[in-house]
């Protein structure tokens, strides 16, 4: 039997959003997984971002556009 609780949710790592999908973690959804992927290969990568959610929707849509 397991009857652990679940673990709390942690904030993506990309928008701060609580992930909800576990299978995506620690990002909350794919798109938040390949938008972190492209800040590492692009080397702007920072832990500390004052980006909001909405702004890093618009630079996943212009890495959408780059590929
Ligand atoms: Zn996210």
């Known amino acids: 039997m397991d009857d652990t609780p679940a673990p709390a949710a942690k904030p993506c790592a990309t928008c701060g959003k609580p992930v909800v999908e576990q299978r995506h973690r620690p ?7 390949q938008v972190d992927l492209g800040r590492w290969f692009s080397g702007t990568y920072r832990v ?3 980006e909001s959610p909405d702004e890093a929707e618009s630079a996943d849509k ?6």
């Not at 990002?27 to 997984?33: E, G, I, T, Y």
């Not at 212009?62 to 590929?67: C, D, G, P």
């Open 48 to 50: 500390e971002t004052n």
């Open 27 to 33: 990002f909350c959804s794919a798109r938040c997984k």
């Open 62 to 67: 212009r890495h959408q556009n780059e590929l």
